[in-house]
């Protein structure tokens, strides 16, 4: 299986970035990642436990953690953090066979370390940032986003797949610059 070019995902994501400050605020990205996770992700991620799962809400759920991690792809690029180093550490779990609802722990977890991003984003506005330490939390939250989508039956590379084709539709272009 061919490595996912994290290096060209992260470009072709920051080749969409609009917004202010940017490349110098961190914390637009890190609100724009709280959104995702906490009032997109988990209300889909909540009403598939009462209804079960269906293509639909699968494919709703992908683009959500798409989206998300186009907001981690920021918040690196931000930082001068290279989203192949991220995506180094975190570990792979295997992908299920068939679609099914990620587990309460995985779910909280993922928002606990999202919680914790935030903090670290808080202390570095006070000069408290320990550059390890957030990259560390920064990878822990790619590990949750990555554990929710492999147990949607893909990849996290499938899931940025999905996100360079958005990109694609647009930009119109058919590869980064």
Same mark, same amino acid.
């Given at each position: ?5 994290w290096?060209l995902?992260?470009?072709?994501a @920051?080749?969409?970035?609009k ?5 110098r ?5 890190? $609100?724009?990642?709280?959104?995702e996770?906490c #009032?997109?992700?988990l209300?889909?991620l ?7 799962l269906?293509?639909v809400?699968v494919?709703d759920i992908l683009?959500t953690?798409g989206?998300?991690? @186009? ?8 930082e001068?953090?290279?989203l ?5 550490s975190v ?5 299920? $066979?068939?679609?099914?609802r990620?587990? #309460?722990?995985?779910i ?5 370390w ?6 670290r984003v808080a202390r570095k506005?006070n000069?408290? $940032?320990v550059p ?5 939390v920064?990878i822990?939250v790619?590990?949750g $986003?990555t554990?929710?989508?492999?147990n ?7 899931v940025a797949d999905m996100n360079?084709?958005?990109i694609?539709?647009?930009n119109?272009k058919e590869k980064?610059?």
């Amino acid at each position: 299986m061919q490595e996912f070019d994290w290096r060209l995902y992260q470009k072709m994501a @920051w080749a969409t970035v609009k917004y202010p400050g940017m490349g110098r605020d961190i914390m637009y990205p890190c $609100l724009g990642l709280v959104g995702e996770v906490c #009032n997109e992700l988990l209300p889909k991620l909540q009403t598939c436990t009462g209804t079960g799962l269906d293509d639909v809400m699968v494919k709703d759920i992908l683009i959500t953690l798409g989206d998300a991690l @186009w907001y981690v792809s920021a918040i690196a690029q931000t930082e001068d953090i290279d989203l192949d180093q991220i995506m180094s550490s975190v570990r792979m779990p295997s992908v299920a $066979l068939s679609p099914q609802r990620p587990g #309460n722990r995985s779910i909280l977890t993922l928002i606990g370390w999202v919680g914790t991003l935030l903090d670290r984003v808080a202390r570095k506005s006070n000069n408290c $940032l320990v550059p390890d330490d957030f990259i560390r939390v920064l990878i822990s939250v790619v590990q949750g $986003l990555t554990n929710i989508a492999s147990n949607l039956g893909v990849t996290i590379g499938a899931v940025a797949d999905m996100n360079i084709n958005k990109i694609r539709g647009v930009n119109g272009k058919e590869k980064a610059e």
